[in-house]
């Protein structure tokens, strides 16, 4: 497994890679693997010739009272992760890299980060789309993986990657679930054993919300109110949204006819969670 630190390095090793007619798949992480990225890789593995991953703790998608300085990471234990998972090279680029001096371009798109998470974080997605643009360019991929669980940031992703006519073709990762059905992520790491029992609040939302359509109710701020009164019998529970939509657009519904996405964040102690269901009502 290469591992690459410069981003002429990277271009370079991706140059050589196209001039063999090789593919090449991306998953970009942000380090701390667990088992949702294994399943990115996996997937990323089986679409592509190589595989590369990339490690790196974006400073520009988190807000000024957010984890950035409590980031969890173990960068020795994840090039081990990547290494049995197969993966042909990890990008590793320290943050000056990224963002020299007089950085000056965000990439903001008009719509999609107005809804659900970007509404609590109101700068997240210009960095996550600037970060994700820089590493198209770096790594070059003919494939890019990214988990299901951030949905918005999926839609995002889509829409630049057509807005700015990238060649890159997106790939959804379906959520992976513990076994108690807590959606995997780096986060869960700053749970106690009480707040994970409480963080089961947002899966077992999805789990209601399926159950009282499928017993026929179809008014989805009953639907709301009853998962809003569920979450918080739930210790140390805060929520922030509740939220039924559009899965092209992210915009509220308040139909059940077509497909619905229900996405949810909640605070568990001072840990941000998030969690989301496509739900298809006529099922
Ligand atoms: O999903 C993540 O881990 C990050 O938002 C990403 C896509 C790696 C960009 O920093």
Redesign the pocket.
């Known amino acids: 497994m290469d591992i690459i630190k410069t981003k002429a390095q990277m271009q370079e090793w991706s140059k050589k890679r196209q001039r063999e007619s090789k593919t090449i798949c991306f998953v ?3 380090g701390y693997l667990h088992k949702g990225h294994i399943s990115l890789m996996e997937k990323g593995k089986s679409l592509c010739d190589t595989l590369v991953v ?1 490690i ?1 703790v ?1 400073p520009t ?1 988190f807000g000024p009272n957010e984890d950035l300085a409590s980031y969890p990471s173990d960068i020795e234990n994840d090039l081990a992760l990547a290494e049995k998972a197969g993966v042909t090279a990890v990008f590793l680029p320290t943050k000056d890299h990224i963002y020299p001096e007089n950085f000056q371009t965000e990439i903001n798109l008009k719509s999609l980060p107005n809804f659900l998470c970007g509404k609590f974080r109101p700068i997240h997605f210009s960095g ?1 789309a600037t ?2 643009t820089k590493l198209f360019n770096i790594v070059m991929p003919d494939i890019a993986v ?2 299901q669980k ?1 949905y918005q ?1 999926l839609q995002i992703i889509r829409q630049l990657t057509l807005d700015l006519d990238f060649d890159v073709k997106i790939v959804a990762g379906p959520i992976i679930r513990e076994k108690d059905g807590l959606a995997m992520s780096s986060r869960n790491a700053y749970l106690s054993a009480s707040q994970k029992k409480s963080a089961l609040s947002l899966s077992k939302s999805l789990h209601l919300a399926r159950e009282l359509i499928a017993k026929g109710e179809k008014n989805l701020v009953t639907i709301r109110n009853q998962i809003e009164a569920f979450i918080c019998t739930f210790p140390e529970t805060t929520i922030e949204y509740v939220s039924f939509c559009d899965p092209e657009t992210l915009e509220d519904t308040d139909s059940i006819e077509n497909q619905i996405l229900l996405a949810l964040a909640v605070k568990v102690g001072k840990t941000r969670l998030i969690d989301n269901a496509l739900i298809d009502p006529a099922q």
Do not use: A, E, K
């Open positions: 970009p992480t942000m990339s790196f974006n998608q996550v970060v994700v990214f988990g951030d940031q």
